[in-house]
């Protein structure tokens, strides 16, 4: 993974990105840190991979905690372990997230409960402790990642999408509440990005070249990486974006385009 050149744009801001085990999240605790910020990244189970991630970033900008998106204690405790490691929390991205494939009918409770929880109820967990630490610092930026489907069904992926469409309409209420205090809130929507996220896909569908080939026809700029996502990230993170409000912006190649 390329590591982006940082120009000081998160100075003095400290920030939480959560999922920053792998792909996106990674990416963007890296950009984050490289533009100054102090980060401190969560996965629920994969430590390894948290510290790969801290490993990309300069000494010293990056803490880590295992906590579960899900889990409201857990959500609590790293905004509390992030004032008192850094002393303040000005931005957060809810990144974490999962997807799984399987038809309406054939998708379990379990599985839907699961992914609703982690992908819809851990945005609201994020904005919900993060938003008083915020306020006690005078406002913040939250940045929720979506995807192309807060917009467009897709077939095997009901849960997801209907978390995916519920983390556009949680942003927008929560832009709308706390733009008094100035902590504003975006979602940013990737389309197909190279993660691990999509590993097992790929493979089933017949690996990397079939999947250009279908993206050559739904995604015009072809396969997204993690790190053109962060760099629109950064953007909503850092004062640039200091009247951009409950807005949602699709970084998708030109999928939703057509
Ligand atoms: N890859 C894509 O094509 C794509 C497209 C649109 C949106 N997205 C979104 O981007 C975000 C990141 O996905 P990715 O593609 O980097 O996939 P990924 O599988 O590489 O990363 C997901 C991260 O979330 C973490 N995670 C999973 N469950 C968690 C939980 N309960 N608590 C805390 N962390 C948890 C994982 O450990 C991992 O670090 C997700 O919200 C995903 O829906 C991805």
Known sequence: MSVLSGKGRL???????TGAASGIGRAIAV???NEGAKVVITTDRNLEGLKQTQALAPEGSIEYRL???ASAKDVEGVVAFAEERFGRLDVLCNNAGIVTD???VDTTEEDWDRT???NLKGTFLGCKYAI??????????IINIGSINSFIGEPLHVAYCASK???LMLTKTAALEHAKDKIRVNVVCPG?????????YIENIGGRDKVEQMLETVQPLGTGQPEQIASTVVFFACDESSLVTGTSLLVDGGFTAQ
């Open 11 to 17: 100075t003095g801001k400290v920030a939480i990105v």
């Open 31 to 33: 950009a984050f840190a």
């Open 67 to 69: 906590a579960d998106s």
């Open 102 to 104: 399987a038809m309406l």
């Open 116 to 118: 609703i929880n982690v």
């Open 132 to 141: 008083p630490a915020m306020k006690r610092v005078g406002g913040g930026s």
């Open 165 to 167: 469409g519920g983390v």
């Open 192 to 200: 197909w990005v190279d993660t691990p996220m999509n590993t097992e």
